[in-house]
Each structure stands twice: as structure tokens, then as C-alpha cells.
T-cell receptor
Framework: KAGVTQTPRYLIKTRGQQVTLSCSPI?????VSWYQQTPGQGLQFLFE???????NKGNFPGRFSGRQFSNSRSEMNVSTLELGDSALYLC????????????FGPGTRLTVL | SQQGEEDPQALSIQEGENATMNCSYK?????LQWYRQNSGRGLVHLIL?????REKHSGRLRVTLDTSKKSSSLLITASRAADTASYFC??????????????FGKGTKLSVKP
């Protein structure tokens, strides 16, 4: 099976812009989670989607949003970008039913100037 | 906020030596997982240990869990240069309890010198 894919891999934006990141989970996986990784805060959970519904949400401002489509692909959007949003954004998928391991994609490196 | 805290933050050893990393966590758990990350790339799942298990092996990896001390350790035996990476413990991700989110520690950066 193909692994989790994320696009784009690298992105440069300026403050105030918005960005959309995409994640395609492993075939058959219904849960997609998003994480933000920064040197200062480490790995932090953003949100999780399961069968097109947000099942869990981390402690991030409303500028961070996401959605999941019927084919389990997911997107996350960050509006009104701030310098502090520069990070590696990781997507992970899982079958989602009593299966605890998560399978991560390579990440999208976002730089906000 | 981080649930787990790894110790040490950085570890440098020679090839062939063993590497031990520790993780402490704060609340009760159903399972604890260890992940590896190579140089700012995606995480790779290494091993999961359930709260009713005390020790688990996978190849050169040995994980222990002490729920009374809320701590876990990851031992990599006969390390190789290819083991150079950051190692994270994570709790949560318990879909049985509808907790799909993993809570990570800050990680241990392991450097294995040839």
C-alpha cells in the first residue's frame, strides 16, 4: 500500500496570507490527524477527522481549520498567517477503530515571512 | 501541553553501544507508543506497549513500562549509524476511548557515531 502523502512538501507564504495543505491517507484508513511541529513547542495535535467529522481538536486558534472528504483525504487551512505559524505540519492516518498506531506522512514545511 | 517528557534530551554514542531513553508521563494511560523521526521528516511508529504490559521487544528494541511510576524506557541494542534520529514517546491515540490524538514528549535526539 502507498503511504501517507502530503502536498505540497514546502511552502513559503507571507504574513496575512492563507494556506491550504493536503493529506492523502493510506488506502482504507478513515482517520486523519494533523500535528504541528516547531522547535519551541514540539509536536502538538491540531485536529482529527474520522468519516468526514471532526472527532478531536487541539488547543489552536480558530485560524486553523480542517476538513475531510468522503474519500478520507483531508485538508487543513490556516488563515491570516503569522510568523509563528512557521512549522512542519504532519498528517497521520489510522484505520481509526481500536487501532492506536498512526502512520505519518513526510510533512509540509511552511515558512511564513 | 506535553504529556511525556523524554530524558535525556540528547544522547551521543558509538556504533555497537546500547542507547537508553526514558519517558515520563502525567496521567493514566491505556497505551504508550514510541516513534522515530529522521531529521525533520515524518515520524515512524516503532512500538506500542499497553498499560497491562511491562515489557515488549521488537528486533533490537526493548520497551518497558512502569505505570506505578508513570514512566517508560526505550532500549536500542547494538546501535548503528542509521539509528541516528529523534525518538519520541506518545500517549493517547486510544480509539477505543475515542481519543485519536497523540500527545508527544519533546524527544531525545540520538546520535550514533560510526
Amino acid at each position: 500500500k502507498a503511504g501517507v502523502t502530503q502536498t505540497p512538501r514546502y511552502l513559503i507564504k507571507t504574513r496575512g496570507q492563507q494556506v491550504t495543505l493536503s493529506c492523502s491517507p493510506i488506502s482504507g484508513h478513515r482517520s486523519v490527524s494533523w500535528y504541528q511541529q516547531t522547535p519551541g513547542q514540539g509536536l502538538q495535535f491540531l485536529f482529527e477527522y474520522f468519516s468526514e467529522t471532526q472527532r478531536n481538536k487541539g488547543n489552536f486558534p480558530g485560524r486553523f481549520s480542517g476538513r475531510q472528504f468522503s474519500n478520507s483525504r483531508s485538508e487543513m487551512n490556516v488563515s491570516t498567517l503569522e510568523l509563528g505559524d512557521s512549522a512542519l505540519y504532519l498528517c497521520a492516518s489510522s484505520p481509526g477503530q481500536e487501532y492506536n498506531e498512526q502512520f505519518f506522512g513526510p510533512g509540509t514545511r511552511l515558512t511564513v515571512l | 501541553s506535553q504529556q511525556g517528557e523524554e530524558d535525556p534530551q540528547a544522547l551521543s554514542i558509538q556504533e555497537g553501544e546500547n542507547a537508553t531513553m526514558n519517558c515520563s508521563y502525567k496521567t493514566s494511560i491505556n497505551n504508550l507508543q514510541w516513534y522515530r523521526q529522521n531529521s525533520g521528516r515524518g515520524l515512524v511508529h516503532l512500538i506500542l506497549i499497553r498499560s497491562n504490559e511491562r515489557e515488549k521487544h521488537s528486533g533490537r528494541l526493548r520497551v518497558t513500562l512502569d505505570t506505578s511510576k508513570k514512566s517508560s524506557s526505550l532500549l536500542i541494542t547494538a546501535s548503528r549509524a542509521a539509528d541516528t534520529a529523534s525518538y519520541f514517546c506518545a500517549t493517547g491515540g486510544d480509539y477505543g476511548g475515542s481519543q485519536g490524538n497523540l500527545i508527544f514528549g519533546k524527544g531525545t535526539k540520538l546520535s550514533v557515531k560510526p
